[in-house]
């Protein structure tokens, strides 16, 4: 069962029909919005993780790319809403998303190691590439368009 690609092709199919194009649509309504870091950020997310998720290998560069520029763009979110009105926000969801990763992450790599059939190989890809989807595509993009649409900047009496 140790075979080429981690992730066979129809799985990883699902992330770039559904979840990846939201950072498109993310790094739009960021530019709309006046955050051109941040839409500049979700396009190259965007574009590494078409790259990734359409090569998936168990030696993948493109993954580590991937998750840095991914880690970039968290960071630069956390300093644009930072004292911001929507910073609680945010910080749950990434919060949710950075735990949900880790244990999805030790599922997956552990889980995989244990699999006897190819059938139960087959569930725990499925289970991890959906969780994946739902919690680090779905939720910080939908979480980032509405902070950058409600954001409303501190103003000079907060900041003093």
Not at 15 to 21: F, I, Q, R
Not at 132 to 139: A, N, T
């Amino acid at each position: 069962m140790d075979r080429e690609p981690y992730i066979p092709y129809e799985i990883s199919d699902l992330a770039l029909k559904y979840s990846v194009p939201l950072l498109f649509i993310g790094g739009l309504v960021s530019v709309i919005y006046g955050q051109k870091i941040m839409g500049f950020l979700q396009f190259v997310v965007y574009a590494t993780s078409v790259v990734f998720w359409s090569h998936i290998g168990k030696d993948n560069t493109i993954r580590n790319l991937d998750m840095s520029c991914a880690t970039i763009l968290l960071i630069w979110g956390t300093y644009v809403y930072y004292l911001s009105n929507v910073q609680y926000i945010w910080y749950y969801s990434i919060g949710t998303s950075i735990c949900v990763f880790v244990v999805n992450e030790a599922v997956f790599f552990i889980g995989i190691d244990f699999c006897k059939t190819e059938e139960w190989r087959t569930y725990i890809i499925y289970q991890t590439v959906i969780t994946h989807m739902i919690f680090l595509h779905v939720l910080p993009v939908f979480t980032g368009i509405y902070c950058v649409i409600m954001r409303k900047p501190p103003s000079k009496i907060d900041t003093e």
